[in-house]
């Protein structure tokens, strides 16, 4: 089963195998509990509940994205706050699709003493020697459709360059491609469903990205 059925990069399409446990990894953030990830005949099934985690693929070394689309279907719904805009809004998503920019940002040993779990555990799966990471180019799927088109510098990342960019129709299919204005240098891609701050539970069904 493949994950990535159609990423579309500057010069070649490639699919990348979700059941490969040497290309993907599951990210895990402290005091938030693992979201479930299966393959089936409908795609990639990751089950949230009152949970969040993210799938990492890591490319062998550098390569130039284009353009990306993403397909797919939700049961269920993200619980959402009445009056909330996109500048207060809780950090949940039904589906967010991150870019890893390839960078010069490395953790300096200071850094690396104070910082997340996470965060230490991410340099590590992308360490690749010279290289380190720029920006996060994360787009999101959410359930208000007046912030498709909203953007902003991730308020508690400033490396995370956040993006709406779709909702899901009234039964839950959702679609979008998105083309850089200039490729960019990736490192990879990271794929969250998040819906721990909200309790929420739903079910996010990737069939292409």
């Known amino acids: 089963m493949n994950f990535i059925s159609a990423l579309l990069a500057t010069a070649s399409i490639a699919a990348l195998p979700i059941g490969s446990e040497s290309k993907w990894r599951v990210l895990s953030f402290d005091g938030t509990g693992l ?31 284009g353009e ?33 920019e390839t960078g010069d940002r490395k953790l300096n040993p200071l850094e690396r003493i104070a910082a997340l779990r996470w965060v230490k555990e991410l340099e590590s799966m992308l360490d690749g020697g010279s290289e380190g990471i720029g920006k996060t180019h994360c787009f999101h799927l959410l359930p208000e459709e ?12 400033s490396l995370f360059h956040e ?47």
């Open 35 to 65: 979201n479930e990830v299966a393959s089936s005949e409908e795609g990639v099934e990751i089950a949230v509940s009152n949970s969040a985690s993210a799938l990492l693929f890591v490319f062998p070394k550098s390569r130039e994205i």
């Open 146 to 157: 007046e912030w498709i088109g909203e953007s902003r510098e991730k308020p508690s990342i």
């Open 163 to 209: 993006t709406v960019v779709a909702t899901p129709s009234d039964t839950g299919a959702f679609a979008w491609t998105n083309k850089f204005v200039e490729p960019v240098k990736a490192r990879g891609f990271w794929v969250i469903a998040d819906g721990d701050n909200m309790q929420s539970q739903f079910t996010t069904t990737s069939k292409e990205l």
């Open 68 to 100: 990306f689309a993403v397909a797919g279907a939700i049961e269920g719904t993200q619980k959402q706050i009445a009056g909330a805009n996109w500048e207060n809004a809780p950090d949940d998503a039904l589906l967010r699709v991150g870019v890893i």
